[in-house]
């Protein structure tokens, strides 16, 4: 399928955008901290009055939260609009099937790789080639692999918002295993 139209291109852009400019605040937060005096060999001249820099804190988990907040709400409105037509589920597994299956298909058009269970709430979705990875990194080039985890909050977030939707409570976590490669660990809250 072509990646340059509908509805996965879209997301894609708006996933990269959103993480670029929440990184973008952390990033300015850093970058207005006071810079380290710099030692001169020439006269000394005296320094001008120094005016106080504004500090800003901005959390790496803050903006981690807000990306999965927002993705929380893109999930919920993605269910509404995949299963007006559906029979009702019967149980987790059916759900999770249909996340894996409809909906990863509709973002990004492509099912998940495997999904796995324990048979007591522990659900782990696999896809081996995650897209919004792929843009930003070469597979044998670990030179962005820090920045993967701005990228999985947004598709942690839009798990949850469809789970709950769908009336699973839970908490969804992920891990890049490579640069192409993403896990996805769903834990249902039974309680």
């Known amino acids: 399928m072509d990646m340059s139209s509908g509805p996965s291109f879209l997301y894609h852009l708006l996933a990269n955008e959103l993480s670029v400019l929440l990184m973008g605040e952390l990033d300015q937060a850093v970058e207005n901290m006071a810079p380290l005096p710099v030692p001169s060999k020439r006269k000394k001249i005296p320094d001008p009055p120094t005016v106080p820099v504004p500090t800003v804190h901005v959390d790496r988990d803050a903006v981690f939260s807000k990306l999965e907040a927002i993705g929380f709400q893109v999930g919920l409105r993605l269910v509404e609009r995949l299963t ?11 759900v999770m099937k249909f996340i894996c299956t409809d909906l990863w298909k509709y973002i990004y058009e492509k099912q998940v790789d495997t999904l796995r269970t324990n048979n007591q709430g522990t659900f782990v979705l696999t896809d081996n080639s995650f897209r919004p990875l792929s843009f930003f990194g070469v597979e044998g080039i670990d030179q962005y692999y820090p920045a993967s985890a701005r990228f999985i909050a947004y598709p942690c977030g839009i798990i ?18 490579s640069m192409v490669c993403c896990v996805f660990e769903v834990i249902v809250d039974r309680s």
């Open 84 to 94: 007006k037509d559906h029979p009702r589920f019967k149980d987790e597994l059916d």
């Open 160 to 177: 949850r918002g469809a789970l709950s939707a769908l009336g699973t409570k839970c908490t969804v976590s992920a891990k890049a295993m």
